[in-house]
């Protein structure tokens, strides 16, 4: 009798041992995962954070530039068209994604679309003077060549467009001299085709002959 009751406190201590033995994992790894808990709501806050040093920063990348674009426009557009207009660009959203549209404010007068304005010597000039502007603004820096088909179109088939055209030509001419980029143009405008180095002019039979090469 007494040896069963000895056998049977064995047993229930073996039993009580292994108890608390998975107590203490339990524990463990309960521990485990309010430290893991911590790490996490940290992690995320971190993160939060992040996000919104993140969008701060594109706030005032896209507005430096936004800057940067308007004062190159404005005066390109100003050095050709010889007034005080600016270039304007709003920025919004479009299906959470940021969107821009631009305008011309007229100097002493209303904002006015490039795209439909008379003529469409406006939007000649500010789709030129804009992929210009852009492509010098673009990080890192777009290295290689420009080329223009065309370029003063619209501004020539203005009834006053031809007084402009010199102008444009300047403006094209100091781009290249500042930017360091060679510019290669395809244009029936007499008066760009005198600010390049070489040009060649295309027959009724495709083929090209130089008229012209400086130096």
Known sequence: MLQQL???LSTMKT?????IGAQEQIQK???QKEADLLQAQYDIATWEKVQKLYSLSSDFARQQLKVRIEETVSAGMQSIFMNADTFKVDMSEYRDQP???WKVHVDGGQDVDPEEADGGGLSDVVSTTLRLSILET????LEGIVTLDEPGKMVSGQSSGSEYLPNMA???KEYTRQ???QLIMITHEEQLMEIADVSYRMDDKGQLREVKRDG
């Open 29 to 31: 790894e309960h521990d």
């Open 6 to 8: 000895e056998n049977t």
């Open 138 to 141: 673009a990080r890192p820096k």
């Open 15 to 19: 039993k009580y041992n292994q108890g």
């Open 179 to 181: 930017a360091g980029r």
């Open 170 to 172: 300047q403006f094209l």
């Open 99 to 101: 969107a821009a549209k």
